[in-house]
């Protein structure tokens, strides 16, 4: 009997080590929210967009504010919303996004960034959190997720 209350145990530490591992969706979501300047006081947490996602009647979304920008019920649901775009664009869903695209092109078309170091340090965050040494043409997002 102990040695499957151990067992139970162990495979529920296992579980909970698990559910700290982030994805590699996350990791991207988590730069893209750095990069966007999610932080109290700013658009994006007033809206509890870490994304600053336009509004387009995302699961979540209660309203737009006046620059068009979404307004999310939560953080949570503002963080998924980021998420599902970053998916949709990785996995070839996306109408406006190619899964082709280098992380740089993404990022250019994403943040509406011009070259310069604007761009650099948005995908300076982006490429922290993925662990990204150099942005290269090989960098495609469909290899992120």
Do not use: C
């Not at 996004?97 to 300076?124: C, Q, V």
């Amino acid at each position: 009997m102990k040695i499957l209350e151990l067992l139970k145990l162990k495979l529920f530490y296992l579980m909970e080590l698990l559910k700290l591992k982030k994805s590699r969706l996350e990791l991207w979501a988590l730069g893209v929210q750095r990069a966007e300047g999610y932080r109290q006081g700013t658009r994006s947490h007033r809206n509890k967009n870490p994304g600053n996602l336009k509004f387009a009647q995302q699961a979540g979304a209660i309203d737009k504010d006046n620059d068009g920008f979404a307004i999310f019920s939560s953080y949570e649901s503002g963080f998924a919303a980021l998420m599902r775009q970053l998916e949709l664009a990785a996995t070839g869903q996306s109408k406006t996004y190619s899964m082709d695209m280098s992380l740089r092109e993404f990022t250019m078309k994403y943040a509406g960034l011009e070259r310069g170091i604007e761009l650099e340090n948005y995908l300076a965050n982006v490429m922290m959190r993925l662990q990204i040494s150099q942005i290269s043409p090989e960098n495609k997002i469909k290899n992120i997720v």
